[in-house]
């Protein structure tokens, strides 16, 4: 069996969920407390073992190349003003991963988008991060565990959670079929953004994927679906209905999902409890809020 060491995280969208604020920056180098979003999912990949990432960006995303850069002007003078810890905050993001860019030169959909590494990932088995969607597990990041359920069953997976009726039609969503083990189940169905009659139940893909190589062959012959897009769900439908081993797996950790202002309201906050520079002022300031 391969060993997993290669991820794509596409992020070409517009975010257009938080504008203005993504007028002119990518929405995936918004902040969380003190870091832009895509890094928390970079060190989530780095973590769980993945040496060799591609980012699948767009126009205006140039702050992404930059931030993953090495910064000689500023590391040059933390280094001179001796702040040693802030220099190694800095330096350590431009070398944790080998990260490797290609733009989606046209906006037709999240299967398009992936399809853009197929050069760089060849027909090994990868990890799919999507940027909207961060994941908070200290202890086993997701990736991690997408990387142990394929080494156990040696099949592509789909990463998922429970969610409220209401939501589903935001959200690919899975038909189980038979309990595998405590978290595993097999599927016969993948529907995108179902309305809540159609949806085969209530298990959706929640940003994590982890993919034998053979998905491009499907993505290359997937026509648009949903919303007149390439969906990266259909070709996931295609290789199962073909007999590849597909499985969904639900993740153990807390998802936020920062492509729209309330998630990221929510992560800040949450983060920001629990970094050490933050919690205690932003504990109090929270508890001195009148809330009505
Ligand atoms: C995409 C996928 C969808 C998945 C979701 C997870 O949708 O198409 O299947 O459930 O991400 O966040 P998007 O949110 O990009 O419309």
Same mark, same amino acid.
């Given at each position: 069996?391969?060993?997993?060491?290669?991820?794509?995280?596409?992020?070409?969208?517009?975010?257009?969920?938080?504008?203005?604020?993504?007028?002119?920056?990518?929405?995936?180098?918004?902040?969380?407390?003190?870091?832009?979003?895509?890094?928390?999912?970079?060190?989530?990949?780095?973590?769980?073992?993945?040496?060799?990432?591609?980012?699948?960006?767009?126009?205006?995303? &140039?702050?992404?190349?930059?931030?993953?850069?090495?910064?000689?002007?500023?590391?040059?003078?933390?280094?001179?003003?001796?702040?040693?810890?802030?220099?190694?905050?800095?330096?350590?993001?431009?070398?944790?991963?080998?990260?490797?860019?290609?733009? $989606? &030169?046209?906006?037709?959909?999240?299967?398009?988008?992936?399809?853009?590494?197929?050069?760089?990932?060849?027909?090994?088995?990868?990890?799919?991060?999507?940027?909207? !969607?961060?994941?908070?597990?200290?202890?086993?990041?997701?990736?991690? $565990?997408?990387?142990?359920?394929?080494?156990?069953?040696?099949?592509?997976?789909?990463?998922? $959670?429970?969610?409220?009726?209401?939501?589903?039609?935001?959200?690919?969503?899975?038909?189980?079929? +038979?309990?595998?083990?405590? @978290?595993?189940?097999?599927?016969?169905?993948?529907?995108?953004?179902?309305?809540?009659?159609?949806?085969?139940?209530?298990?959706?893909?929640?940003?994590?994927?982890?993919?034998?190589?053979?998905?491009? !062959?499907?993505?290359? +012959?997937?026509?648009?679906?949903?919303?007149?897009?390439?969906?990266?769900?259909?070709?996931?439908?295609?290789?199962?209905?073909?007999? +590849?081993?597909?499985?969904?797996?639900?993740? $153990?950790?807390?998802?936020?999902?920062?492509? @729209?202002?309330?998630?990221?309201?929510?992560?800040?906050?949450?983060?920001?409890?629990?970094?050490?520079?933050?919690?205690?002022?932003?504990? @109090?300031?929270?508890?001195?809020?009148?809330?009505?």
């Amino acid at each position: 069996m391969k060993k997993v060491t290669k991820a794509v995280i596409p992020a070409a969208g517009l975010g257009t969920r938080v504008l203005p604020a993504t007028k002119a920056q990518p929405k995936e180098m918004l902040v969380i407390v003190d870091k832009p979003s895509l890094q928390y999912i970079v060190e989530e990949l780095v973590e769980s073992g993945i040496t060799d990432i591609v980012i699948v960006t767009g126009r205006n995303k &140039n702050s992404i190349e930059d931030h993953f850069d090495f910064s000689y002007e500023l590391e040059n003078t933390l280094q001179k003003e001796n702040k040693i810890e802030l220099l190694e905050k800095v330096d350590k993001i431009s070398s944790m991963a080998n990260i490797f860019y290609v733009r $989606q &030169n046209h906006p037709l959909g999240l299967g398009h988008a992936i399809l853009k590494a197929k050069p760089f990932i060849g027909d090994e088995p990868f990890v799919i991060a999507l940027g909207d !969607d961060i994941v908070y597990n200290p202890e086993r990041p997701v990736a991690k $565990q997408l990387i142990e359920n394929y080494e156990k069953y040696g099949a592509s997976i789909v990463g998922c $959670q429970e969610v409220a009726l209401e939501d589903v039609s935001k959200y690919g969503v899975v038909k189980p079929t +038979e309990n595998l083990d405590e @978290n595993t189940v097999a599927i016969s169905d993948f529907v995108e953004k179902p309305s809540k009659e159609e949806a085969p139940s209530r298990l959706a893909c929640l940003g994590r994927y982890l993919l034998d190589g053979k998905i491009f !062959d499907y993505l290359e +012959e997937t026509k648009a679906g949903k919303g007149g897009e390439i969906q990266l769900t259909d070709a996931i439908l295609k290789m199962l209905q073909d007999g +590849e081993k597909v499985v969904a797996y639900e993740f $153990q950790g807390k998802r936020y999902d920062i492509g @729209n202002k309330f998630g990221l309201l929510k992560a800040n906050i949450e983060f920001g409890l629990k970094n050490d520079e933050t919690k205690g002022e932003l504990k @109090n300031y929270l508890k001195s809020l009148k809330l009505d």
